[in-house]
C-alpha cells in the first residue's frame, strides 16, 4: 500500500512538472523570447494554435497530476 502511494505521488508530480513546462513554452513561443518562432519555422498565424493546444494540455496535465497527488 505504501508503494503505490510513492508511485501516486511521483506520478501527480512528474505530470505537474511537465504540465507546467507545457504551459511556460506556450507561453514563451507566443511572447517570442529567445527568437524561438523564428528558429522553429512557424508562421504568426499558427502561434495561436499553438498557445491554444499546449495551455490546455498544461491545465489538464496539472489537474490531473493535482488528483494523483492528493489521491487518499
Given at each position: 500500500?505504501?508503494?503505490k502511494k510513492i508511485a501516486?505521488?511521483?506520478?501527480?508530480?512528474?505530470?505537474?512538472?511537465?504540465?507546467?513546462?507545457?504551459?511556460?513554452f506556450g507561453y514563451i513561443?507566443?511572447?517570442?523570447?529567445f527568437n524561438l518562432q523564428?528558429?522553429?519555422?512557424?508562421?504568426?498565424?499558427?502561434?495561436?494554435?499553438?498557445?491554444?493546444?499546449?495551455?490546455?494540455?498544461?491545465?489538464?496535465?496539472?489537474?490531473?497530476?493535482?488528483?494523483?497527488?492528493?489521491?487518499?
Open positions: 500500500m505504501i508503494i501516486f505521488k511521483t506520478i501527480g508530480l512528474l505530470q505537474v512538472l511537465i504540465g507546467g513546462l507545457s504551459a511556460c513561443l507566443f511572447n517570442d523570447f523564428v528558429f522553429l519555422g512557424l508562421s504568426s498565424g499558427e502561434i495561436g494554435l499553438y498557445l491554444w493546444i499546449l495551455t490546455t494540455f498544461g491545465i489538464l496535465s496539472t489537474i490531473s497530476g493535482l488528483l494523483l497527488f492528493y489521491e487518499k
